[in-house]
């Protein structure tokens, strides 16, 4: 059984940061990629964020320059930093993983429960 835990969430005025986390636990064997997407109120659920095991990071172009991905491959924990916040970054964020556990011969997606984030203007 593998669990995504999410921290980091919460209220900051606009121009200001978060740094989220998500950390993958149980049996893990072998993680290809971790994400971050966000949900908005009324909205689809978007990829704000994505890195990739010997390929890199992408970003939504709504977020270039502003976020950063970065991830600790020891505590299979990935963070999201969030620099120069803005309203329209309110949303309820949501940590990805696609990863084989103990038990699977192929990889599966994997979704943390999510954390809000809201920017006051």
């Known amino acids: 059984q593998v669990t995504l835990v999410e921290s980091g969430g919460g209220l900051v005025q606009a121009g200001g940061s978060l740094r989220l986390s998500c950390a993958a636990s149980g049996n893990v064997i072998d993680i290809n990629s971790m994400s971050w997407y966000r949900q908005a109120a009324g909205k689809e659920r978007e990829r704000v964020a994505i890195?990739?095991?010997?390929?890199?990071?992408f970003y939504a172009d709504s977020v270039k320059g502003r976020f950063t991905i970065s991830r600790d491959n020891a505590k299979n924990t990935v963070f999201l930093q969030m620099d120069s916040l803005k309203p329209e970054d309110t949303a309820v964020y949501y940590c990805?993983?696609?990863?084989?556990?103990?038990?699977?011969?192929?990889?599966?997606?994997?979704w943390g429960q999510g954390t809000q984030v809201t920017v006051s203007s």
């Open positions: 990805n993983a696609v990863l084989r556990s103990y038990g699977d011969s192929f990889l599966k997606p994997y």
């Open positions: 890195i990739m095991s010997a390929v890199g990071t």
